[in-house]
Each structure stands twice: as structure tokens, then as C-alpha cells.
């Protein structure tokens, strides 16, 4: 089953004009949520996009793994209708395989299809793939130009500001372009930064002032007046949220994390809970859930032996019965 059928319900009529098009997709809102390796997946995608996340970025799979072994991570592209914009990435380095790869990606019927130039891994980015496809100029104009004919959706691209001996950022912006990309999503981070420092936000406003396309800013949106400083400061069409989202999905509600009150973080551990167990099963999906619980738990300021004693529950019922006796108690 790849495309999940739930009762999410958009909170945008249709007769709004769109924030801005990606190609002829139209997007509503200006925040959405970062795909992120281990954290984007169906469960918190369809929550952060039904508190207002604008479209779904899913996590970015390698081009070898879907020509070759599809059917073992086929999972990784389960949607819901309610999710649209779909956006599924892809990462590689090889041209052909990032084009075989898009080809067959586009059958899960996504709005979009993304590729991704910004993951700093060494062992991504040393072979050529992620950032490191931001040295290879020719090689992305081949890629877009490729995929922008032979695709039925719009392709875009998510770039980082590229190498501290070589940022490309503005070149490899152009070329997105002129080769028929629909859109950028810009980190403001170069390779060797990976997430520590500060992201360079002038940068992402000089890749708006290079190209026509719409522009999603990203880097060290964590609050919800981030969000607007970001737009006044780039002119981006929206801004990007990752980490700052982990733990308080409802910034793409507009509320900050000291406005997030006890009780809307028990229902929403219980519903993230539920809808991880329902995609995963029973105990990887609580397995699987740890790392978010420690993001909602610590918002509330729990001792950290409560906490720790919370997240060590091996089942369900006793990691929900310890949760509300931590609130009520
Ligand atoms: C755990 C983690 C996994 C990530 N995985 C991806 C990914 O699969 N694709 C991608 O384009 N970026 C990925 N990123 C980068 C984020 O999309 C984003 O660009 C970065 O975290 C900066 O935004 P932030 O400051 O709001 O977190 C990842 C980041 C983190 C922290």
C-alpha cells in the first residue's frame, strides 16, 4: 500500500490563490517541513503537514537502491493524498541512475521530484553525490535538463551554499534554471559547515536576486518570528524547517514551544505513537518513536529520571501509563 488513504483534512479551500507554483503545482503556506533522513517518514510528514507544513519532502534515497533493489524500500515512498505536493528525492551521483531512478519514482505518482545537492556526508559527498554534485557543474545542467524533458512533473533542486574553496551556490542556482528546474530549496550552510555554525541567510537572498524560480530558504528557522525574519530578509517564497520542528511540530501552526501546552503534547505523543505503530507494527514503531518522545518529553521539562524511565518502556500501554502519570503526578 503506498498511498494511504486518511481523514486529514486540509485547512486551505481551494479558491485561495496559491503562496507560489511549483511548475503548475500550486502550494499553499510558506513553512514546510525539511525532509530529514530517519525523521521524514509518513508517520510525522502527515502530522507536521495537517498543523499546516505547506507539502512533504520525504526522506532522500540513493538511485543505485531504487534501479536495483525497489522493492526492498518501497515503504520509504508511502503517502497520503492529504500529504500533496508529494515530494519524493532523490541522491546520487551518476546521471543515468539519478534518471533511471526518477523515472521510477514517478510511477508512486509524487507532485514532485527533488534532487538532492546538499547532504554533506563524507560518503555521500566525496563520491559526487549530495553537495559533492555541486562541483560538477556540467553534471547537474545534464541531469536537469534530462529529467525536465523526460518527466511529467516539475523537478527541483535542494542545494547547500556548496565548498569553502568552491561556492557554487549562485552557478549551480542558474543552471537549475536555464535547465528547467521548477524550484530551489537553498541551507545556507557550505559542505564542510554540516549543521554547526550559523547559516549564512545573505547568501540565500543572493541565489533569490540570481533566478526567477521560487526559492525555499533554509538554515536555523527555530521560531516561529524565524519564519518571517527569514522572507523579510531573502524574499524567499517559504522557508524550510528542520530540526526546530523535531519535537514541536506545531511551529507550522505558528506556536513557539513555550506555547505548546502539557496536554497538546500528551495528545500528540499518543497520536504520533499510534500512527508509528500502525506504519512500522507494534514494537519497531515504538522503537522507532524513542527519538521523537525525547523531543516532546524534554519540551515539558521533565526530570530526566522520569524521562529516561518514559523511553525505556518496551510496550505501548506502559510507555502511555507512565506518560500520564508524569503529567498528572
Ligand atoms: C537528521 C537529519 C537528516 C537529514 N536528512 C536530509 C535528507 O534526507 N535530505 C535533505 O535534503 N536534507 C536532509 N537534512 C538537512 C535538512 O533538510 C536541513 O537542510 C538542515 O537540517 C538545515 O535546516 P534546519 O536548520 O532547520 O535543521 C537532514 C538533516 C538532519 C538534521
Known sequence: MQVLQTQIATSVLPET????????????????????DGFSDWPFRSICRALGSAMSYNEFTRAEFIVNAFEHIATRFTYDEAERPFVIQVYGDDPDLIIAAALRVQEMRPDIIDINMGCPARTVANRGAGVGLMRTPLKVARIFQKLSTLLDVPVTGKIRLGWEDNRTYKLIARIVEENGGALIAVHGRTQEQGYGGEANWDAIAEVKATVKIPIIGNGDVKSVADIERMKAH????AVMIGRAAIGNPWIFSRLDREQVTPEMVRQMVRQHLERNQQFYGEHKGLILFRKHAMRYLALQRLPRVTRTKIILQNDAEGFLALLDEAYVG
Open 234 to 237: 531573502t524574499g524567499c517564497e
Open 17 to 36: 490563490p496559491p503562496t507560489f507554483r511549483v511548475g503548475n503545482i500550486p502550494v499553499y503556506g510558506d513553512a514546510i517541513l525539511a525532509p530529514m
